[in-house]
């Protein structure tokens, strides 16, 4: 059940409020996945019953009234805990709310809880957060994807309608391909990020995690916009996404960037997304091969640059403003013995590597060739979309692991994100969505579209899901 048929249950009295709600956090409790860190549940049914009461008296609610929704820990909620997975903000509680939270709960919305992730953001696979790794709701023995993963679990175990991640090298697509939803990772830019935790503020963007296409587009119409509390906010008009998915594509020139589909990519996972690249042309969509040349420096341009902005960002956990602090005879061993124990293994190693990046004598070699690299990157992507009007390619290259299958080697965890990275260094929009299954696991098929191209990723992906459903 998607958000407009609950919303028409709601207005029609077949189910209130505070039944959904009250089912969802049941489901939570019993829950073995691990997808939440901290669960809402008096607030929650506070706001269930005043929605309730609303439409007993025969008030108009909105369609997004009364509609549960689970947060990413590292998504700012005035009053609770926001911990981004790590011990070092097990105890921080934000006095605001972020500006996509703030816009939701305009809306009325339900908020569930907010849900588990890799330690700030930094993994794959949802096994580096402090509170433990989340499983995989179609199959427990494997990881959800990361670094959203307790978003991509809640909404794949019916334990959230919808949710909101943040993706800043596939953390959004990766998740909602192994758990078998739709995720969308927006423009950079489209959507605020004033109250979002960060990790490296030049590729960081928050999304919608839903159970199909139309749901996502009901989240990005609510959360995208102008903030001026982020300097780097677009200042463009938000289209009616709900509108714009319904068109036809018949005519569209779809690219499959050859890069993407060559090896390291698992076989069953590329002919599965070809089948999905057949039913678009069948609605009549023209399909041809594409390059994208400097694709194969993606990898070790993100990994630089994203442990750079790390290293600095993550800088101001010192034990002394916030956050956990442990004691030291002087300021130094405050800030260090903080970091030490606070930090987990993988943030510790990319806060050395982007530390490392940054050093003087080393800036200009790796940092700041990695800055260039990544403009050959983006204008690989602009010369691209001058031929074709999106892209498309597997989300992932290998269907869920197992849970510490990769966890020791950083380098094999670090190449999942081979086919997701790119994006997000260039600023466009993608989604990913589930199309078939190989050995019971579900595939994911990644759209990428043009700067500011969320309408037509949409429109492509719900023309898949109409006739696929």
Not at 161 to 185: E, M, N
Request: aromatic share 8%; with cysteine; hydrophobic share 40%.
């Amino acid at each position: 059940m998607g958000i407009r048929e609950l919303h028409r249950q709601f207005v029609e009295k077949r189910v209130s409020v505070s039944e959904v709600v009250r089912g969802y956090i049941d489901r939570i409790r019993k829950s073995r996945l691990n997808a939440y860190i901290t669960v809402f549940e008096e607030e929650a049914l506070e706001c269930a019953k005043r929605v309730d009461d609303k439409i007993a008296c025969g008030d108009k609610v909105g369609i997004l009234e009364g509609i549960p929704v689970a947060v990413k820990d590292n998504i700012c909620v005035k009053g609770y805990p926001t911990t981004c997975g790590s011990k070092i903000l097990e105890r921080f509680v934000p006095p605001y709310d972020a500006t996509v939270v703030e816009r939701l709960k305009q809306q009325g919305v339900i908020m569930l809880g907010k849900t588990n992730m890799d330690e700030f953001a930094m993994g794959s696979s949802n096994e580096y957060s402090y509170f433990g790794p989340t499983l995989n709701p179609i199959d427990e023995e494997r990881v959800p994807g990361g670094s959203s993963g307790g978003s991509a679990a809640a909404v794949g175990a019916g334990e959230a309608l919808v949710a909101l991640g943040s993706d800043t090298g596939g953390s959004i697509r990766l998740p909602a391909a192994y758990c078998g939803v739709v995720g969308l990772k927006p423009t950079y830019g489209r959507v605020s990020r004033y109250g979002l935790v960060a990790f490296a503020s030049s590729l960081d963007q928050i999304g919608p995690i839903a159970g199909e296409v139309e749901d996502v587009a009901i989240l990005l119409q609510v959360i995208a916009g102008f903030d001026e509390r982020d300097s780097t906010s677009l200042d463009a008009e938000v289209p009616n996404y709900l509108e714009e998915m319904q068109g036809e594509v018949s005519g569209w020139r779809i690219g499959l960037p050859k890069e993407y589909w060559g090896e390291g990519i698992d076989d069953a996972i590329k002919a599965t997304v070809r089948d999905a690249v057949r039913e678009w042309e069948k609605l009549g969509v023209r399909v041809k091969e594409i390059s994208l040349p400097h694709t194969k420096y993606a990898i070790p341009t993100y990994y630089l640059i994203a442990t750079a902005e790390a290293s600095s960002n993550l800088a101001r956990y010192d034990g002394i403003r916030y956050g956990l602090s442990c004691d030291g005879g002087t300021t130094q061993e405050v800030h260090v013995n903080t970091r030490t124990e606070g930090f987990g293994d993988e943030v510790k190693r990319r806060i050395m590597l982007g530390t490392f990046a940054l050093k003087a004598g080393y800036k200009e070699e790796y940092y700041l060739k990695a800055t260039q690299v990544r403009e050959l990157i983006r204008g690989d992507f602009m010369k691209a979309f001058e031929e074709v009007d999106l892209m498309v390619t597997p989300t992932a290259p290998v269907l869920p692991f197992k849970l510490g299958e990769r966890v020791k080697d950083p380098l094999a965890m670090y190449i999942v994100d081979v086919l997701t990275v790119g994006v997000n260094l260039a600023g466009l929009p993608a989604i990913s969505i589930p199309y078939g299954e190989v050995e019971g696991l579900p595939v994911g098929v990644q759209i990428i579209g043009p700067f500011l191209g969320e309408s037509k990723i949409l429109r492509l992906a719900y023309a898949l899901e109409r006739v696929t459903r």
